[in-house]
């Protein structure tokens, strides 16, 4: 592609300039002077790039009262104190920060007799409609 002669000086002067201060310089005189084919190349970039958490884990107890029965665990549970992790990713293209939910897991005693806990994966839903039937029975 043959460039028009002011398009090919701004290009030399800008593959001259070694310093940062003077990269930032040259571009923002090549946009300045309305060069197209500059906002259009990859430049290579200043500085280090920030890297961003994608995904976050939330930890929460939760504590029921009776014996209860969530979907997706197959054995009642009884009453007390249990750990919910939420998993969530940052939803891109936005212009704030914005989560959502990908993974709800609960940790409870292990049925069996070899293994003292075991993580399974709930339903949010679930979850909150076992706390809402928990709430709803009368205390002993």
Avoid at 12 to 39: P, Q
Avoid at 78 to 95: F, K, N, Q, W
Avoid at 108 to 127: C, K, N, Q, W, Y
């Amino acid at each position: 592609m043959t460039r028009p002669p002011a398009e090919q000086r701004t290009l030399e002067a800008f593959r001259a300039a070694t310093s940062d201060g003077e990269k930032a310089v040259a571009n923002a005189a090549e946009r300045a002077h309305g060069c197209l084919w500059a906002s259009r190349q990859r430049r290579p970039s200043i500085g280090k790039r920030r890297a961003y958490m994608k995904t976050r884990s939330r930890r929460e107890v939760v504590t029921f009262k009776h014996l209860f029965q969530i979907r997706g665990i197959d054995h009642p549970l009884p009453a007390g104190r249990y750990e919910v992790i939420t998993d969530e990713e940052m939803i891109e293209g936005l212009s704030f920060a914005s989560y959502r939910r990908v993974a709800t897991m609960m940790i409870v005693p292990a049925a069996s007799h070899g293994a003292r806990m075991e993580m399974f994966s709930i339903g949010p839903v679930d979850l909150a409609d076992a706390q809402r039937i928990d709430a709803s029975m009368p205390d002993e």
